[in-house]
């Protein structure tokens, strides 16, 4: 079996020559190799695959799952601390991440309280997903807009949680609060506002569902809105 694997690889670098050249190859191996030692510095371990550009922080607090891997400028953080002096907030945050989770590129994900991501979820490019905002801007307290954002406390609380075989395509944002069922589709653009059922497609901004998965049928039958 190692034999073979070894084999195969020996025939994909001599094609990766042929096609690309000598250069663009090095090129493509050193960009590996400076992945697989950020990953293993950052993370600890082989099995993690992340951009070596990525910015990481607070990993004390995240649980991640075996054959994590994430394109080009991952942003993701846990947020134990914000702000100085007297009103300097503290925070235990906890990211957890299932196995078998890929993210493509520029995902950002922020964490002061808790997100779940489950088993087998795969993200497109640039997503947002976070379980606080800068400032409150509901109720009978809300913060001024005179406050500078960057001033304004953050928010806690709220979870994010995005169930197994969750699908999310590029340019979405998962705000806090909600719960993204399992097998469910997230749209391109999609902002979800809300929790979503299990095995549901939804789109637009705040999402809606426009799909549910039929079991006995085994067809994605259209939601009607009235």
Not at 66 to 77: D, I, K, N, T, V
Not at 180 to 185: P, V
Not at 189 to 197: A, E, G, M
Request: net charge neutral.
């Amino acid at each position: 079996m190692q034999q073979g694997k070894w084999a195969h690889r020996v025939v994909l670098l001599k094609e990766r020559l042929q096609n690309q050249g000598i250069f663009c190859t090095l090129s493509f191996y050193w960009q590996r190799i400076r992945n697989m030692l950020f990953s293993r510095c950052v993370f600890g371990r082989g099995d993690i695959h992340v951009h070596h550009d990525a910015h990481v922080g607070g990993v004390e607090h995240m649980q991640i799952g075996q054959h994590f891997s994430a394109g080009r400028g991952l942003w993701m953080e846990t947020i134990s601390s914000y702000g100085e002096g007297e009103h300097a907030q503290h925070f235990t945050p906890h990211l957890i991440i299932g196995d078998n989770v890929s993210l493509s590129e520029y995902v950002h994900i922020g964490c002061v309280n808790r997100i779940e991501i489950g088993n087998n979820v795969l993200m497109g490019s640039k997503i947002y997903i976070t379980d606080h905002n800068h400032g409150v801007y509901r109720g009978s307290q809300p913060d001024s807009p005179d406050m500078l954002p960057a001033k304004r406390p953050l928010t806690t609380g709220e979870t994010v949680i995005i169930e197994d075989n969750v699908w999310i395509g590029e340019f979405a944002t998962v705000l806090p609060g909600v719960t993204i069922g399992y097998g469910s589709i997230i749209g391109s653009h999609t902002t979800v506002t809300h929790d979503i059922p299990p095995k549901s497609i939804a789109v637009g901004s705040p999402a809606r569902v426009v799909k549910q998965w039929d079991d006995e049928k085994k067809i994605w039958v259209p939601v009607s809105h009235h």
